[in-house]
């Protein structure tokens, strides 16, 4: 052992745990371990009153303490713990990332991995704890515990000191809220990924992997800087959930992560959250059809009120308005096109949802469609939306797939829009369990999935890589119905949602102020807000920036392809490879700006975002290769552009550069940058 280590063990580790919590001080150690590189040290032990902590610490720091880790539950509570196994099982985790797709892939991260088992009056719990370099996590399984239900979890994460954070308020029905800046002892709830950064100077990040068979968690106030789990209930509401298994099996909480850092880019940058998953890339899963998009889509001009999901006169999925779009996409190097309103029981959407998976409109030439965008090499994504019924859409799943192949049509987005059915939550374990059998019954078919109205993204995209990506997100579609999204939300999201897993925010508006609808008399009012009255709250590079700094291995050209058509700055998501291997955000701070580069194969993708504020951003080249030079095409807001004024401005620059090359941009209020470098 280290002195470093030695230090921290006999001299901070108990002054620290005396000044924290005195009455709650360490009564019997469970398990402890440093990461790899011995920055970080994590210790769970059994307190006086035999309840389960874990303290945390980097760089001698005291960085978090959770305490009352466990359950109550219909045959008592599980949170108070007599004895602590003599066994004691470590090992050294090491994971990558997979191949296929992601934001680096084949990264390798070391983790170490200690459990031990402690001993209930009937029953075990056995506890997980995994120390890794840039994060620490932990999870708990049960055995034989006698059990029907959990009423809730006693679990609580305690803040050594006050600092900010972003998140969205805690819901069990949706992700799309606006993100928010508050001191940690503002907050009255929230969802996570629970990003902060403490006044001592340290980032964190809370959020919770592979869930399955459990609701999910958020966090509720329970002191001045404390949070206590509140998963999200089942109907009754009087308890958290019920265990719909055999009490005689083993029992897996989620993995419980907290990203750690000592710069905000440190949380953007990290791998640990993917890497800690039991499950690995399931060999059955058919992977020949699994691979990134670009694509365009049937879509925004329902969302605009100029087109319906429904047949008549504005029909949006007709035969036509397909060819339409395939031909636009074959013509652009475009691999996808999304059909939104192809189906059948678009009118029954909000009165009982009832639609057909298998059954077209009567405008709609499905079988034709399907083989035309084929004979041009384009995918077509097919929509389902359940509108929350999802008892009805679970119960088909085999012969909806068998029909999607049989259409050699091998991805799909869903839907949830709409209340479930018994006034069960989205987020409870209900929905969870929903949730991840279409993912693992699509797995089954080498179908790919993007997910709307999901659950909170879990890392689940490794064990199934045909979850390929999902909203959970307050996206674009809120600039078409609402007040929309501001500038420093979307600068929030990569450090808070996306640290989650992959963002469909459906970017890539060009005509901002939707000057297409602006005479158009017959403009459907559908959601919150008449289109006319809306917009988007960006510039157009910054919508084009979002492919970059927002990923997504489906990345959407949101916009109708009217508005692409002849546009000179088309040509960045024309030559756009989704296919990425590796990322890294260059720059950035939550809810202010964040600057991004992707490498896929020998090109590069730069994007940079800012809030409402105009900034002058630097990119330094250093992660081109030594002794090579490339060029360059700049997409950059215009001298006199501004978000709100004057937000299409743009200008196009072309440019030699080399690794030693500093480029300096100006972004505009609410502006953006995108670069292509080959
Ligand atoms: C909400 C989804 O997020 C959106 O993309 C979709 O168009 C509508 N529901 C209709 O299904
Ligand atoms: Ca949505």
Not at 466 to 491: D, F
Not at 528 to 556: F, G, I, N
Request: charged share 25%; hydrophobic share 35%.
């Amino acid at each position: 052992m280290n002195k470093k280590k030695l230090l921290i063990l006999f001299f901070i580790l108990p002054c620290m745990a005396l000044a924290q919590k005195p009455d709650r001080g360490l009564w019997k150690s469970v398990v402890s371990d440093y990461s790899p590189d011995s920055s970080i040290f994590a210790s769970a032990y059994l307190t006086h009153r035999k309840t389960l902590a874990l303290d945390i610490y980097v760089d001698g720091k005291h960085f978090l303490n959770i305490d009352s880790i466990g359950l109550v539950t219909d045959a008592g509570n599980y949170h108070s713990f007599r004895k602590v196994s003599k066994k004691r099982a470590s090992a050294i985790l090491e994971a990558q990332t997979p191949l296929l797709w992601g934001e680096r892939k084949g990264a390798i991260q070391t983790c170490n991995l200690q459990s031990r088992s402690l001993s209930l009056k009937r029953g075990s719990l056995c506890f997980n704890l995994y120390v890794a370099n840039n994060g620490v996590a932990y999870s708990f399984s049960t055995y034989r515990l006698p059990m029907e239900r959990i009423c809730r979890e006693t679990t609580r994460y305690n803040m050594p000191c006050d600092g900010s954070s972003w998140s969205i308020p805690a819901n069990f029905e949706s992700y799309e809220f606006l993100y928010r800046e508050q001191p940690i002892s503002r907050i009255q709830d929230a969802n996570t990924p629970f990003t902060f950064r403490l006044d001592n100077g340290l980032w964190g990040s809370i959020h919770e992997g592979e869930i399955d068979n459990f609701p999910e968690m958020t966090l509720v106030r329970d002191g001045d800087l404390s949070f206590r789990t509140w998963l999200s209930p089942s109907a009754d509401k009087e308890h958290d959930f019920a265990i719909p298994i055999a009490n005689s099996t083993w029992h897996h909480s989620p993995i419980r992560t907290i990203t750690i850092g000592r710069k905000a880019t440190d949380l953007t940058n990290s791998t640990f959250v993917p890497s800690l998953f039991r499950s690995r890339v399931h060999d059955s899963i058919p992977l020949d059809h699994i691979r990134p998009l670009k694509y365009i889509g049937i879509w925004w001009g329902m969302h605009l009120g100029i087109n319906d999901w429904t047949p008549g006169p504005r029909h949006g999925a007709t035969t036509e308005n397909a060819i339409r779009y395939i031909d636009f996409a074959a013509a652009n190097n475009i691999d996808a096109v999304l059909l939104e309103g192809w189906n059948k029981g678009w009118e029954t959407w909000g009165k009982g949802q009832h639609f057909s998976y298998t059954e077209a409109a009567e405008d709609m030439d499905i079988d034709s469609v399907c083989r035309y965008a084929r004979s041009k090499g384009v995918e077509i994504i097919i929509h389902h939306e359940t509108g929350g019924n999802w008892k009805e859409y679970e119960s088909q799943l085999d012969s909806i797939f068998s029909w999607c192949i049989a259409h050699d049509i091998h991805a799909i987005k869903t839907g949830y829009a709409g209340g479930f059915p018994d006034q069960e939550l989205h987020h409870s374990i209900v929905g969870v369990n929903h949730y991840n059998t279409v993912m693992r019954k699509a797995a089954e078919y080498g179908i790919m999935i993007d997910v709307h109205e999901p659950i909170k993204p879990s890392g689940w995209n490794l064990s199934y890589p045909n979850l390929m990506t999902g909203e959970g997100v307050r996206g674009q579609e809120w600039n078409a119905w609402s007040e929309g999204n501001t500038p420093s939300h979307i600068c929030t999201l990569p450090f808070t949602r996306g640290l989650a897993g992959p963002t469909d925010y459906t970017p890539g508006i060009f005509d901002i102020n939707y000057e297409r609808i602006k005479g158009d008399t017959n403009v459907r009012k559908w959601n919150m807000k008449d289109a006319r009255e809306c917009r988007v709250h960006t510039t157009l590079c910054h919508q084009m920036a979002l492919w970059v700094v927002l990923y997504s291995p489906w990345q959407m050209a949101a916009d109708l392809i009217e508005n692409y058509e002849g546009h000179p700055c088309f040509r960045f998501f024309r030559d756009f490879d989704p296919d990425c291997d590796w990322s890294e955000m260059i720059d950035g701070y939550p809810g202010q700006y964040a600057v991004v580069v992707r490498k896929a194969k020998q090109q590069y993708f730069v994007g940079a975002i800012t809030n409402e504020k105009e900034r002058d951003i630097e990119i330094p080249l250093e992660f081109l290769e030594p002794g090579r030079s490339y060029r360059c095409t700049i997409y950059q807001d215009g001298e006199d552009a501004h978000s709100e004024t004057n937000p299409t401005s743009f200008q196009i620059k072309e440019k030699e550069i080399t690794r030693e090359t500093t480029l300096k941009v100006r972004l505009a209020p609410g502006g953006g940058c995108a670069i292509h470098i080959r």
